[in-house]
């Protein structure tokens, strides 16, 4: 690496001194696929002499292996899969200086099925360089990274017309581009839009001016990168410590791990616990390398306070005068990042820079069209679209407005099942409407209603494809446990829609929306000491493990009714099948709708075997049973 001048040997403690002091600035790279981007950071870092020798050893040898010239763009791609189809995959970050600034590169995937990985990228970043193939002009990849980057707070944006030399250096391309970016753009708050023409294969106008644009008078990439002027400093941003662990090594210390994420934090300074109120002071710093008399935002220490207050995992030690929101609903915009589509009702774990709760999408208020910016009516989000959602969570958590503080803005939904990331978000606000809503006590509660019936409650859910025969076999079941004198209630899918649920039609979102409202009712009954039977076709795994989460622990009891699709559409008591075959009924599940069958079921009923009154039967010795157990 040459591109650093040479230091004298008594002149090393200033230039160390003088490096530590540089400003950093973090950016990314982003754009649609084979626009150019591991390319152009590749050329930057070798024209830059910024590469050091053994890595230029080992691109040439690849390049020789392959029959090519060095592929600069191996320099940033280093996963296998990443070198042998071309693309990038997961984000490659890179630390270079020059000696005007310090950087750090994040490299980000163009592919649309990696864009959670442009999000990971994007979310530290002050500035981003959107690359756009000159041949190709502004994509729809091109719109959902600059609206993504935009979202996730950056404000500063260099728009890269790559490929320049491909389009023989005419500025009528380089116009034409910039000019439609920059109408996209206006909506979108950058700070600062650059716009500069490049070839990051041959390296005009990355390092150094090009000869080949004479008609462009700005400044090269490089030499823009270290003289943007970044956002002025802000007036310091309350302090913020999300609590990661508590620390007892014995039982004289009790510490409060973590980073501090925003502001500084000194001994001696009162702090509040966000979430309860408490107060307390600090009593000691800790770090691994000794105690500390303050601590400032990205400093990893350990706070001791002066009281034993009860502080755990995900709660927030702050100042009072600056304390966060502390809810449990809000606004925010969403990022989907999964395959299957997030739909408003289902239940997903929330996860913030260190607390977790179960939360809901309680309404998708819009989704924001990419390429037009347009708010549009939607019931879902499908993979890679933004939307602005109320969310609810089961408990309330700490954090600030996005726009206010990323750390503490921000958070993941998180598969239930699978524990895979499925979404981003950054909170908007709370809805104020959260403080006027509270539990009230009442007197006469579920122990007094359940003795009074002498009985315990329950749930019976029953869930099988259309013509299984569960409704048959709850109703049955429902006299035999009536005529023992019981409290019961049947909730009947088809009786539910007449009424309750009428509104509904039967799409996916539809169907989670009816799953959601009849588990809540079922939540309802069983609080007034009944024995609820369910009988719905409740295709999905996740509404069906979200009602049995309503529920008490023990109360929620799964029954498969299990019959074969050939057999229902036989039996066909609605003559559903035969139009569902047809293709007169949409979304019909089995047919062209899809069923989750249980995997680990309280009751496994196959009733090709059996008549429906031996399986009631079957039911009511489960339930005698499963009551004395409990």
């Not at 680990?600 to 059996?610: A, G, M, Q, S």
Request: hydrophobic fraction near 40%; proline fraction near 4%; include cysteine.
């Amino acid at each position: 690496m040459s591109y650093m001048p040479s230091i004298p040997p008594h002149d090393i403690e200033a230039q160390l001194a003088e490096h530590d002091n540089k400003s950093i600035l973090r950016f990314i790279t982003c754009g649609s696929v084979d626009d150019g981007k591991s390319t152009l950071i590749g050329r930057l870092l070798y024209d830059a002499k910024l590469i050091f020798e053994d890595q230029l050893a080992n691109l040439r040898r690849v390049g020789a292996a392959n029959g090519n010239e060095i592929d600069l763009a191996l320099l940033l791609d280093g996963l296998e899969a990443e070198r042998e189809q071309g693309i990038t995959i997961d984000v490659a970050y890179r630390y270079f200086a020059t000696p005007k600034r310090k950087f750090i590169v994040a490299d980000t995937p163009g592919h649309e099925e990696y864009t959670r990985n442009m999000v990971t990228g994007a979310s530290t970043a002050d500035l981003a360089i959107i690359l756009i193939d000159s041949r190709q002009g502004i994509l729809q990849q091109t719109r959902r990274h600059s609206y993504i980057a935009s979202l996730l707070g950056i404000r500063h944006v260099v728009l890269a017309v790559n490929k320049i030399d491909l389009v023989d250096f005419r500025r009528q391309v380089f116009d034409e581009i910039a000019t439609d970016y920059l109408a996209f753009a206006r909506e979108l708050g950058f700070v600062s839009i650059q716009p500069i023409p490049i070839s990051a294969r041959y390296g005009d106008n990355v390092i150094s001016a090009s000869v080949n644009t004479p008609w462009y008078k700005g400044l090269a990439l490089l030499e823009y990168l270290e003289t943007v002027d970044l956002d002025p400093p802000a007036k310091e941003r309350p302090f913020r410590f999300p609590v990661q662990l508590v620390m007892r090594p014995n039982a004289d210390f009790r510490g409060y791990a973590g980073q501090v994420a925003s502001g500084h934090i000194s001994v001696g300074d009162p702090v509040v616990i966000a979430k309860s109120g408490q107060r307390s002071t600090v009593k000691e710093i800790v770090t691994y390398a000794g105690n500390r008399e303050a601590a400032g935002e990205g400093e990893a220490v350990t706070l001791v306070l002066a009281d034993e207050v009860d502080v755990s995992r995900g709660n927030m030690l702050v100042p009072a005068a600056a304390q966060p929101y502390v809810a449990d609903q809000f606004q925010a915009h969403v990022i989907w990042l999964d395959e299957s589509p997030m739909f408003p009702g289902r239940s997903y774990i929330l996860r913030t820079e260190t607390d977790s709760v179960n939360a809901t999408v309680t309404t998708l208020k819009h989704q924001v069209n990419i390429n037009s910016l347009v708010r549009e009516a939607a019931k879902s989000l499908q993979m890679n679209e933004i939307g602005v959602c109320n969310i609810s969570t089961q408990s309330p958590i700490a954090f600030d407005a996005y726009k206010d503080n990323r750390a503490t803005g921000n958070f993941i939904f998180v598969d239930r099942v699978t524990n895979a990331t499925v979404g981003a978000g950054m909170i908007d606000f709370p809805l104020r409407r959260a403080d006027n809503v509270h539990w009230h006590a009442l007197e006469v509660n579920k122990s007094a209603r359940s003795a009074m019936k002498n009985q315990r409650p329950a749930v019976l859910w029953f869930t099988g494809l259309s013509g299984s025969g569960k409704s048959t076999i709850a109703n049955t079941l429902d006299r035999i446990l009536h005529a023992r004198g019981k409290h019961t209630y049947l909730l009947d899918g088809d009786n539910v829609r007449h009424g309750l649920n009428r509104d509904l039609g039967f799409t996916d979102e539809d169907r989670v929306e009816n799953i959601r409202r009849v588990a809540e009712v079922a939540k309802l009954m069983a609080d007034a000491g009944l024995i609820v039977l369910v009988s719905f076709i409740s295709p999905f795994r996740d509404e069906r493990r979200m009602a049995r989460e309503l529920m008490e622990e023990g109360e929620f009891i799964e029954i498969f009714v299990d019959t074969p699709i050939d057999e229902c559409a036989r039996r066909d008591p609605k003559g559903l099948y035969e139009k569902a075959f047809a293709g007169k009924i949409a979304n019909f599940t089995g047919v062209s709708s899809l069923y989750e069958a249980p995997e680990n079921p309280d009751l496994h009923l196959k009733t090709v075997e059996e008549d429906r009154v031996a399986l009631a039967l079957k039911i009511e010795a489960f339930l005698d049973q499963w009551m004395e157990e409990k």
